[in-house]
């Protein structure tokens, strides 16, 4: 019974959504793709990593102090 | 091959010739998963701009196209997650029903309905439902293109539809 109406479901999806008929790009992209290439990259300096990681284990060992690092956050 | 050992060098002219080679077929899967042209050519942009950035990982042995739509699901698959409350009441882009058009039998109101329970589906089920189901692509493809096993994606179909079943019948919609 549930195989029925599962098989039924889905032949209802197969009318109610057609598939993608234009699958073809209307465009190259690659200007696209150069503008993309010569964005500067943001990249986060080392030192920053490493003041996460401290504040995420100062937490970890006091996770009373969380309450008042929000606070001052 | 020697195309391919120059792009895992990271030599841009030799990404360019791929990028002209396989921007349609990228473009193709994006779209069958997004269904909306505009942000298909985003995504195949990401897409590229991805394996760019890891061309030192790729194995030139391996075949480019398949590894391109490994990536591309991905990208597809992030984006489904991160519009998920945006699209939930967005109806998919008249424009791309220009082929076959859906089935006039099926009333405005349910194919609606049915839309927008489909696109209120976790984006990995969605994903293997809709190109298992509506694109009709072999489950082979499907799961090469997810990194999973055929299984995988049947039992990901499945509970689509189990999980589909349930959100119509609290839309009305019952088949």
Known sequence: MNERNDEQLR???????????????????????????????????????????????????????????LYHL | MELLERFTRGDLEAFEILFRQFQNEVYGWIVRIVRDPGVAEDLTVETFWRIYRTHARFDPARRF???????????????????????????FPEDLSQGPPPDPAVQQDIRERIERAFSQLPAKLQVAATLALIEEKPYEDIAEALGISVGTVKSRVFRAVRLLRKKLKRLGVEP
């Open chain 1, 11 to 69: 032949e209802l999806l197969r009318r109610a959504m057609a598939p993608v008929a234009e699958t073809d790009l209307k465009r190259d992209l690659w200007p696209a793709m150069q503008r993309k290439l010569d964005e500067p990259v943001i990249r986060v300096p080392w030192f920053d990593w490493a003041l996460v990681a401290l504040v995420a284990i100062w937490c970890l060992l006091f996770p009373d102090a969380v309450p008042g690092l």
């Open chain 2, 65 to 91: 196209g398949a590894w391109a739509r490994r990536v591309a699901t991905n990208v597809a698959l992030d984006h489904l997650r991160h519009v998920r409350p945006e699209i939930e009441f967005v109806e």
